[in-house]
C-alpha cells in the first residue's frame, strides 16, 4: 500500500489499479471512499471484507456523467432528473430502478440502485481514468467513523488497499444525503450534506415523510458513525470532560461552529481528535432543535447509539 498526494499521474495510477480490480481509497467532498470497479464481484468482496461490512448493506456506485448514471437505470423519473441536475455532480445520492448492469452483490440484492456524482476533482477524474462506475462506501470500518482526512484510516483499510490518494480535509465532512427516487414522493432515506429544504426546492413538492414498507435503506443501523468511547448527548458540556461544545473550550474539548454545514465539516474530525486520546466518553452540546440541523442531528444521535423516534431517515 502507498499513500501518495493525488496528482494527475497518481490519479491515472489509481484508475489502472481499479481496473485491475484493486481497491484505491479516493478524496471526496463528503469523506474518503473506499473504491472497487463496481462491475467486478470479485474487487466488490473485498470491499465488504475490508470494511467488516455485512453483505445486506448496499454500495453506492459513483460515476463521472449524468449519461453514465441514466444507463445504470431501468427507470429515470422526473424527479430524479431535476435533482441530478440541480445538485450533480455534489454530496446527492439518488436510490433508482436498476438497468440490471451492475452485479447484486453491490446492491445487497435490491433490484434498486444508488448513484452519485462526486464534485471532488480527484474522484472525479479517478472515475474517467478507471473507464468504470465504482462502488464505493466511505472508507471506515463498519459502524466507525467515516474518515475527513487521511490521518483518520483504520489499519485494516490501509492494509487491504493497494493505492491512497490524499487531497487533505473533505470539505463537506459528512457523507452525501440519499434520496429514494425509485417511488413517488421521493424521500430521504439518510440526510446529509443537501438539506430537506434544498431538495424539496429544487423538487418543487414535498418529500415523503417515513420511508414505506419495505423502503427502508439497509444499513440504516441505530449506531453507525461512532468513535470508540461512548457518546452521551448533553446540554452542557462540564469543564474537565470530553467533548463537543458551542461555548468556551476547556482542554479535552472542542468548540464547535454554530452554522450547521461548518458544525458537520468539522464534526467527524473533531470525534477522531478526542477519541485518540482515549476518554471515557465523550460529551456533545445538544445543537440547536431546527430543521437546518438535521443532519448534524442525525449524526450524533447515531455516534451515541440512540434510536431516533421517527424510525431512520
Ligand atoms: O458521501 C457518500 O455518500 C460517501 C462517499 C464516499 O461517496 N459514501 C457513502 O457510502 O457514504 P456508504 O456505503 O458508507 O453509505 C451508503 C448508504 C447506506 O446508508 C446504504 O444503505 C445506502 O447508501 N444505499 C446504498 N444503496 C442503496 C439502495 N439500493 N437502496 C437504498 N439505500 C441504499
Ligand atoms: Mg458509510
Redesign the pocket.
Known sequence: MRIVEASPDWIREAGRLLRFGKLVVLP?E??Y?LAADATRPDAVAKVYSAKGRPAE????V?VAELEDARNLASEWPDAAEALARRFWPG?L?L?VRSSGRIPAIV?GG?Q???L?I?EHPVAREAIREAGVPLA???ANRFMELSPTRVGHLHPEVLAAVDLVLDAGSCQVGV??T?V?VSDAPPRI??P?GVNRAEIEAALKEPLGSKPGQGRL????YSRHYAPRAKVVLTERVPSGEAGLTFGEAGPAQIRMPRDPSAYAARLYDSLHRLDERNPNRILIEAPPDDPAWETVWDRIRKAAGETQPDGPT
Open positions: 471526496t463528503t469523506v471512499g448493506n448496499p454500495m453506492i459513483h454530496p445520492t436510490v446492491a435490491l434498486t440502485v444508488a452519485r462526486p464505493m462506501p466511505s457523507e452525501s440519499v429514494d432515506l439518510r446529509g435503506s439497509p444499513g440504516m
